[in-house]
C-alpha cells in the first residue's frame, strides 16, 4: 500500500505540475509563452495526465483522480489494488499530491505571479472556474466532462496498456477542446481543491480570494459523473455491449 500511496502522491504531483505549469506558461506576465492560447493549453493537460500513467501505471492503476478511484472500487477494479480499502490511501495521496504540485508551479513561477496584476489570472493557474457563473449548469458541465472521461476509459481496458494511455492523452485533449470553455473542465477533485488550498496559503501577491464557493462543484460533479459512467458500463458490459 505504500507503494501505491507514493504512485499516485508522485503521479498526481507531476499532472498538477506539468498542468497548472502550462497554465502560468501562458497566461502570467513575463513568462516567455505569454499569450500561447488554449490549444497549447489542452495538449499539455493531455500530456501532463499521460506522463505519468506511463511512469505509474503498474504501481497503482495511475489513478490520480478521486471520482475515478471511487469509481473504479464501485465497478470492481480497484480489487487488483487493494479495493475499497485502498480507496482512502489514494484519495490522501491524490490530493496531497496536487497540493505539492501547486507549490512547486508557484515557486517556479514566483517572479510571473509578482508581475501579473489580475488575480483572477492568479487563481486560474491553480484552479478552475467558469466563463459563465451559473451553479446547474457549471455542476452539469462538470458530471458530463467527467462521465465522458470516465466511460471512455472503460472502454479501452483491453488495449495494450501503453496504447491506453495514449488514448488517455486523447480523452483528456477532446474533453477540454469541446468542453473545458465552459469551467475549465476539472473532471477531477483533487486536481482543483488540491491546488486551491495551495492558492489559499501561499504568499502570492496580489492573490485575491480563493472563490471557495465553487469548490463544490468541483468536488461533487466529477464524483457523480464519474458514477453514472462506470454504472452505465456494467449495465451496458452485462447486456453484452462491451
Known amino acids: 500500500m505504500l507503494v501505491r500511496f507514493l504512485a499516485e502522491f508522485f503521479g498526481t504531483m507531476l499532472l498538477i505540475l506539468l498542468g497548472d505549469g502550462v497554465v502560468a506558461n501562458v497566461t502570467l506576465n513575463k513568462s516567455g509563452m ?18 505519468p500513467a506511463f511512469i505509474f501505471g503498474a504501481a ?9 478511484t471511487i469509481a473504479l472500487a464501485v465497478d470492481g477494479t480497484m480489487e487488483a489494488f487493494g479495493g475499497w480499502a485502498a480507496v482512502p490511501v489514494y484519495i490522501i495521496a491524490q490530493f496531497a499530491g496536487a497540493f505539492v ?26 484552479s478552475c472556474g467558469p466563463s459563465i457563473p451559473n451553479a446547474p449548469l457549471n455542476f452539469l458541465a462538470e458530471v458530463v466532462a467527467t462521465f465522458v472521461l470516465v466511460f471512455a476509459i472503460k472502454g479501452i481496458p483491453a488495449v495494450a496498456d501503453g496504447v491506453s494511455n ?11 477542446m469541446s468542453l473545458g470553455g ?24 496580489g492573490k485575491g480570494g480563493s472563490n ?3 469548490a463544490a462543484i468541483t468536488l461533487f460533479g466529477p464524483i457523480v459523473g464519474a458514477l453514472i459512467a462506470v454504472l452505465l458500463h456494467m449495465g451496458l458490459a452485462s447486456a453484452g455491449v462491451f
Open 60 to 68: 497503482s492503476g495511475a489513478s490520480f483522480n478521486p471520482a475515478l
Open 212 to 214: 471557495w464557493g465553487y
Open 101 to 126: 504540485g501547486a507549490c512547486l508551479v508557484y515557486i517556479l513561477f514566483k517572479d510571473q505571479f509578482d508581475a501579473t496584476e489580475d488575480p483572477g489570472a492568479k487563481l486560474g493557474v491553480f
Open 166 to 176: 495514449l488514448f488517455v492523452f486523447g480523452i483528456i485533449v477532446s474533453c477540454g
Open 34 to 51: 505569454k499569450g500561447a492560447g488554449s490549444i497549447q493549453i489542452t495538449l499539455a493537460w493531455g500530456l501532463a495526465v499521460m506522463i
Open 182 to 205: 465552459l469551467t475549465g473542465y476539472a473532471m477531477n477533485p483533487a486536481r482543483d481543491i488540491g491546488p486551491r488550498i495551495a492558492h489559499a496559503v501561499l504568499p502570492i501577491k
